[in-house]
């Protein structure tokens, strides 16, 4: 096949893929994918492979073209490539609850985005997924410091998608140290960002939005509310396959804090993460 031909199939996935069909896509670019032989594009390939199957909530199998990626990006010596891997990879073993792992391959992410100067908006899904490791340990305050970095690279590059899961994350952060209002700020400027921007976001994002304010509100005893918010948003099949809550075990260490008699306290110290960002969250729901 034709290195032409083969872009060209290539974009037709991505174009099925934005129409949301996703399967029809995922067919194409594995027809790609048994034939394609220049490197870089191989891997592009692979990332949208990974990319969907995160999406539908496969964790290992997003994982097993991150691997593949890997082996790309390391016979090419790309510093770039590297970084993306290494980021899928940390993904993936978060969803895993493997949280050694994917703390270590988000600090590869990151060592390797610095060096090859990427951009904004890929260095804030760095973050985000050290975020994510770091609150799989229950370290709040570290998580806090990265999100609080996404934020500002999701809106210094107007990447309202990175800006909508790193306050979706924020929002974990504080419904597990049971902080429900403020975890509830965040929850509901991911849904305002997906209600009214306009933008065409993914199914995942979507559901999740609403299934977060639903919890937040549940734990409030706003059960009402709660029940208003717990309708998602119809998928095809494979959308609902995912897993709901994307953090897996994490909601198990909510047990981590019970003992504390001001949860956020463990926090507090000096850091001023939510006031910084509270400009930013304040809408007054």
Not at 131 to 142: E, M, P, Q, R
Not at 152 to 178: F, S
Not at 179 to 205: M, S
């Amino acid at each position: 096949m034709g290195q032409r031909q083969t872009r060209q199939k290539v974009d037709k996935g991505l174009k099925l893929y934005h129409a949301r069909k996703t399967e029809q896509a995922v067919h194409e670019w594995k027809r790609v994918l048994s034939k394609v032989k220049e490197q870089r594009l191989r891997f592009e390939v692979l990332g949208h492979l990974a990319q969907v199957y995160g999406e539908w909530g496969f964790a290992r199998e997003k994982m097993h073209y991150a691997v593949q990626q890997m082996d790309i990006a390391s016979d090419l010596e790309s510093d770039e490539l590297k970084s993306e891997s290494y980021l899928n990879l940390a993904i993936s073993n978060e969803r895993l609850c493997e949280y050694h792992k994917s703390l270590s391959y988000a600090r590869h992410s990151l060592a390797t985005a610095m060096s090859s100067g990427v951009g904004s908006s890929k260095l804030g899904y760095v973050y985000l997924a050290l975020a994510a490791s770091n609150l799989g340990f229950s370290s709040f305050k570290d998580s806090l410091e990265n999100l609080e970095k996404a934020v500002k690279m999701a809106i210094e590059a107007e990447d309202q998608m990175l800006e909508c899961e790193a306050y979706g994350c924020l929002g974990n952060v504080y419904k597990c140290l049971k902080d429900y209002d403020r975890a509830l700020k965040f929850y509901v400027r991911a849904r305002e960002l997906i209600r009214c921007r306009g933008q065409d976001w993914p199914p995942r994002l979507k559901t999740q939005a609403y299934l977060n304010m639903a919890t937040a509100y549940r734990s409030m005893r706003k059960l009402d509310m709660a029940m208003d918010c717990g309708e998602p948003p119809k998928h095809g099949p494979k959308e609902m396959n995912m897993t709901f809550d994307p953090n897996g075990g994490l909601l198990g260490h909510v047990e981590r804090v019970r003992g504390l008699p001001y949860p956020f306290d463990c926090v507090r110290d000096g850091s001023g993460i939510y006031e910084r960002l509270l400009p930013c969250v304040d809408l007054g729901a």
